[in-house]
């Protein structure tokens, strides 16, 4: 009795699964590999690598709670040109982070490449040439933001919204890596 409702209970389960979209066929190992990832990994980035930074492209960027415009506003930056770091991406949108460590995710087109950078704690010197000796025309506050042109070895060529360029450490500065180039 048994073995006349097991086919039948077999194809009812197949029918079923089929309905719901669900594959009863082996993976590929590239499915299998993908099947392990959390969703936010499957979804399409930009490609870029993880983590770089960026700059922030308006004086308005709204920060959300999650990736996408359901999200709730959590607060608003107020800087453009201001660093931060991105940490994840979903689709257009990137999880950043800034230079306090508080982050949260923006849509991607209030991001630009450009990089910037922030005085993050003591202020600095603005060095003529990329040397400590080197005459110092200008001292960076806290929080003072700008723009990396280059960096090479242990100093980044940067300007300043005033207008003033120069040379400085790059342990003085948030906004670049330790060994990062940058042309």
């Given at each position: 009795?048994?073995?006349?409702?097991?086919?039948?209970?077999?194809?009812?389960?197949?029918?079923?699964?089929?309905?719901?979209?669900t594959s009863i066929l082996p993976l590929s190992p590239a499915s299998a590999q993908a099947a392990?990832?959390?969703?936010?990994?499957?979804?399409?980035?930009?490609?870029?690598?993880?983590?770089?930074f960026a700059s922030l492209r308006s004086d308005?960027?709204?920060?959300?709670?999650?990736?996408g415009s359901r999200y709730p506003v959590d607060w608003v930056?107020?800087?453009?040109?201001?660093?931060?770091?991105?940490?994840?991406?979903?689709?257009?949108?990137?999880?950043?982070?800034?230079?306090q460590g508080a982050s949260g995710w923006v849509h991607q087109s209030l991001l630009t490449g450009k990089?910037?950078?922030?005085?993050?704690?003591?202020?600095?010197?603005?060095?003529k040439t990329p040397a400590k000796s080197a005459e110092v025309t200008a001292k960076l506050e806290?929080?003072?933001?700008?723009?990396?042109?280059s960096c090479a070895g242990d100093w980044c060529r940067v300007k300043v919204p005033s207008g003033v360029s120069g040379w400085i450490e790059r342990t003085s500065m948030w906004g670049v890596y330790k060994s990062e180039p940058i042309n």
């Open positions: 009795m048994m073995g006349s409702r097991l086919p039948r209970l077999l194809c009812l389960l197949f029918a079923v699964m089929a309905g719901l979209g392990d990832k959390p969703l936010a990994l499957q979804r399409k980035g930009s490609g870029l690598p993880l983590p770089r308005e960027v709204n920060v959300r709670t999650g990736p930056f107020k800087r453009k040109g201001m660093p931060v770091e991105i940490v994840a991406e979903f689709e257009n949108f990137r999880k950043i982070r800034d230079w990089r910037g950078f922030i005085i993050s704690s003591k202020a600095a010197n603005l060095h806290p929080e003072v933001i700008g723009e990396i042109r």
